[in-house]
């Protein structure tokens, strides 16, 4: 009660994050667990999604510039100025605006845009990180509703990507409540199928599995395990899909049995699926909804802090990626390796890890966090495009793509446009290897720079909202320095201890 008194009213004091039992886990990491695989000279295309938002209820004229929560509606009112859809200040445009979901012009546009840039039948296939549905408030949701945003948002998915595999997983917005996911083990003496959620997560496994992205065993699982899923591409990349809801701080059942950093199971499965990888010499990509760190604000320390020693433990032999959406923002999170004396030795040689002393020299992974379809929260549309390195399975560049919907009422139609190019935007001072990829050493780089200079903090700021014109000022120091310690926190305890903003930078 305590955790919850804090997270969701921020009267009671956090408390501490548990220290995490490594060998209940996974074995000792080995010298090999630290060797890539040579890069080969071939690379292919992956489309990464997120945040898709479709808003079914968007009202074409009402008030896009409102006052509450949520904008282009109906009843969307803007009380400083005393407007409302009759006289809008802001008149919503069919085609989105910035405080709103995606209209349903804005979201298809998204996907006959990408011809204009690049050849979509080179994408080899598709992650979307999660959130189908609009942001309403929970006595605006219904069942019926959520069914019908997934339903036709994955067959549009299907209509648009055609026979390109979408390997999708579960936002906190796609299921009812809003982040409401029940653990499995909350009742044990019943089979996984009949979870509060099994509904959802039976509708969600069978449309994946009619689709063609994963098969009849994978979609079983997914059904009875809270949407997860591993699947083996043909390129031969194991896909590790997870629920985030599980460390996510708006879901109510994360508060039962607290200190205990998986009730769900969903980190025992990725352990298992990850062991199974090193002992194939399989690479991984994790893709999940919710980012483990960041500012803290949303996932749960002690969850987020198993996650961490996970990636720390396989990386970067065995994981090759990390994938995240739930910001709306375009973002990069690192994952260190952990300070020689962060581990205590108990008596049955059981390593005890404070997951919090990371060494900050020692870059081993990265989360790649999309921008969003939806423009909500002040930022444009936008989605990516990856180079991945053939054998390796690393990101070896981005080219990021959005729609400036500031500029929406002046279109026939949503103009999409080419935002930049990540290894060319990044590489500050040239000296970067042409064959080498975006590892978390060229990232941890950029950080370093960010430290000296602010002109490059500010071109990430700005590229972080996709070049909206109401993005937030990042001027001083104090901002770099915020900025740099949020993208070096792969986990809720690393950011909570960021300096926080004491107002407008």
Aim: with cysteine; hydrophobic share 35%; net charge negative.
């Amino acid at each position: 009660m305590q955790a919850f008194c804090h997270f969701n009213y921020a009267v009671c004091d956090i408390p501490p994050t548990i220290e995490i039992n490594e060998s209940e886990w996974f074995t000792p990491k080995p010298a090999s667990a630290n060797v890539v695989p040579m890069p080969s000279t071939e690379t292919y295309n992956v489309l990464h999604i997120s945040d898709w938002h479709l808003d079914p209820r968007y009202d074409i004229g009402s008030e896009a510039n409102c006052s509450q929560y949520l904008c282009c509606r109906p009843y969307a009112t803007n009380t400083k100025l005393h407007t409302t859809s009759n006289n809008a200040s802001v008149p919503a445009s069919r085609f989105g605006y910035l405080y709103c979901d995606s209209p349903p012009d804005l979201a298809l546009s998204s996907f006959t845009s990408m011809h204009s840039f690049f050849d979509v039948d080179d994408v080899c296939f598709t992650i979307f990180t999660g959130d189908i549905v609009s942001h309403d408030n929970d006595d605006q949701l219904s069942r019926a509703y959520i069914e019908y945003e997934e339903t036709v948002t994955y067959q549009t998915f299907k209509a648009e990507m055609g026979n390109i595999p979408v390997y999708p997983t579960l936002g906190n917005h796609d299921s009812l409540p809003e982040a409401y996911n029940t653990q499995n083990s909350l009742n044990p003496t019943s089979n996984a199928s009949s979870n509060a959620m099994s509904w959802n997560y039976n509708l969600l496994s069978s449309m994946w599995n009619t689709d063609g992205w994963i098969d009849g065993a994978e979609a079983q699982y997914a059904a009875t395990h809270y949407g997860a899923y591993a699947h083996t591409t043909s390129e031969g990349l194991r896909i590790i899909s997870i629920n985030t809801d599980f460390w996510y701080t708006g879901n109510v059942f994360n508060y039962w049995d607290f200190t205990n950093p998986d009730t769900s199971g969903v980190l025992r499965f990725l352990a298992n699926e990850l062991a199974t990888s090193e002992a194939k010499g399989q690479r991984v990509w994790i893709i999940g909804h919710v980012l483990s760190g960041y500012d803290g604000g949303n996932a749960l320390p002690n969850p987020s802090a198993l996650f961490y020693s996970l990636v720390r433990r396989y990386s970067p032999a065995t994981i090759a990626g990390i994938f995240f959406g739930h910001t709306h923002e375009d973002q990069i999170e690192i994952f260190y390796d952990y300070l020689p004396n962060s581990t205590i030795t108990s008596g049955n040689d059981s390593v005890i890890r404070n997951t919090t002393m990371v060494d900050y020299s020692k870059p081993l992974m990265m989360a790649f966090i999309a921008p969003s379809i939806t423009p909500l929260t002040g930022n444009n549309a936008g989605y990516q495009l990856y180079q991945i390195d053939h054998k390796t399975f690393q990101v070896t560049d981005i080219q990021t793509y959005f729609a400036n919907v500031s500029e929406s009422l002046t279109w026939t139609e949503p103009e999409w446009q080419f935002e930049y190019d990540s290894r060319s935007t990044y590489n500050v001072n040239g000296t970067w290897p042409a064959a080498a990829p975006l590892n978390a050493t060229f990232w941890h780089a950029v950080t370093e720079s960010m430290l000296t200079n602010q002109s490059l903090v500010e071109r990430y700021n700005f590229l972080e909202t996709k070049s909206s014109v109401v993005t937030q000022n990042c001027w001083t120091k104090a901002c770099a320095v915020q900025k740099v310690c949020y993208i070096r926190s792969g986990s809720a305890a690393l950011g909570l201890a960021c300096p926080q903003d004491d107002g407008p930078f």
